[in-house]
């Protein structure tokens, strides 16, 4: 079976790719990966965990082909990361909100 293990940080992303004769854990796909050594800002107990965008527990097997992400935190809301672009565009056309 074939699974890939993939985790982007702020400045790049990596990918592994790992063969295994049965289904592991995502705990021990991510460990067997390497990508704790190349990244050891993950912190496993804190961070979230998914295949395929699904939140997942580091005990749940793992099938053939699955891609197991592990989630940074986000740096800023998404509310606030939309309100902020808005911002910026108004004021690139000039656009000025009443009362601002």
């Known amino acids: 079976m074939i699974i890939r293990v993939v985790y982007t940080a702020k400045d790049k992303q990596k990918q592994y790719r790992l063969e295994f004769d049965k289904s592991p854990s995502i705990k021990q796909a991510i460990e067997e990966s390497g990508v704790l050594q ?49 911002e910026h565009k108004r004021q690139k056309q000039g656009i000025k909100l009443f009362g601002a």
């Open 38 to 86: 190349d990244f050891p800002e993950i912190d496993l107990h804190r961070q979230k965990i998914g295949i395929f965008g699904e939140i997942m527990d580091l005990s749940d097997k793992v099938d053939d082909n699955d891609r197991i992400e592990i989630y940074r935190d986000l740096t800023i809301d998404p509310k606030d990361a939309r309100r902020l672009r808005a």
